[in-house]
T-cell receptor, first 113, second 117 residues
Framework: KQEVTQIPAALSVPEGENLVLNCSFTDSAIYNLQWFRQDPGKGLTSLLLIQSSQREQTSGRLNASLDKSSGRSTLYIAASQPGDSATYLCAVRHSFGNEKLTFGTGTRLTIIP | GAVVSQHPSWVICKSGTSVKIECRSLDFQATTMFWYRQFPKQSLMLMATSNEGSKATYEQGVEKDKFLINHASLTLSTLTVTSAHPEDSSFYIC?????????????FGPGTRLTVT
């Protein structure tokens, strides 16, 4: 059974700092991995999607990497801003089609102005 | 990016009544949609997977007669909470699976907060 873990569970950093969120998964036979953010009382916003054949994806100040063989992904946020405060979730999909995502435990990020 | 809408965004109902929540993919067709519920400060819990034109697949422990799911078209899925009770109060989030060139990216709606009094 796939297990997805995110470390740390909570993180507070001053505004402007670069930071890294970690995601690890036990079964490396994945199809793709997604990073999401969730603001309090809201749904999930998809940030980045990495296919199993890719090593990284970038969107603005966000960069996600994937090392499938070691079961790890990282989300790098550059020049953090207070608006980045949210809970960040990673999730893996095992195969194409309708198989469900397995979510990580989440990292609650607070950017201190 | 692709957009998924939910309606209503919040609803208050009396115990014993039924509530219907709609989930629409606005700019893409979704053969597969998912329904989740989330309790405060907890992660999402998958309730069921629905495929257009067929019966939904429920996760273990989810009562299919209580949470009725209908995926009537490629852009619409509905969740009906029947005979709602206070313990059904939760945040319900739907998600649609988009397939653009085999990417299989999942998009989430903004959620519906249900309060049963």
């Amino acid at each position: 059974k796939q297990e997805v873990t995110q470390i740390p569970a909570a993180l507070s950093v001053p505004e402007g700092e670069n930071l890294v969120l970690n995601c690890s998964f036990t079964d490396s036979a994945i199809y793709n991995l997604q990073w999401f953010r969730q603001d309090p009382g809201k749904g999930l916003t998809s940030l980045l999607l990495i296919q199993s054949s890719q090593r990284e994806q970038t969107s603005g100040r966000l960069n996600a990497s994937l090392d499938k063989s070691s079961g790890r992904s990282t989300l790098y946020i550059a020049a953090s801003q207070p608006g980045d405060s949210a809970t960040y979730l990673c999730a893996v999909r095992h195969s194409f089609g309708n198989e469900k995502l397995t979510f990580g435990t989440g990292t609650r990020l607070t950017i201190i102005p | 990016g692709a957009v998924v809408s939910q309606h209503p965004s919040w609803v208050i109902c009396k115990s014993g009544t039924s509530v219907k929540i709609e989930c629409r993919s606005l700019d893409f067709q979704a053969t597969t949609m998912f329904w989740y519920r989330q309790f405060p400060k907890q992660s999402l819990m998958l309730m069921a997977t629905s495929n257009e034109g067929s019966k939904a697949t429920y996760e273990q422990g989810v009562e299919k007669d209580k949470f009725l799911i209908n995926h009537a078209s490629l852009t619409l899925s509905t969740l009906t909470v029947t005979s709602a009770h206070p313990e059904d109060s939760s945040f319900y989030i739907c998600s649609a699976l988009g397939d653009r060139q085999g990417d299989y990216e999942q998009y989430f709606g903004p959620g519906t907060r249900l309060t049963v009094t």
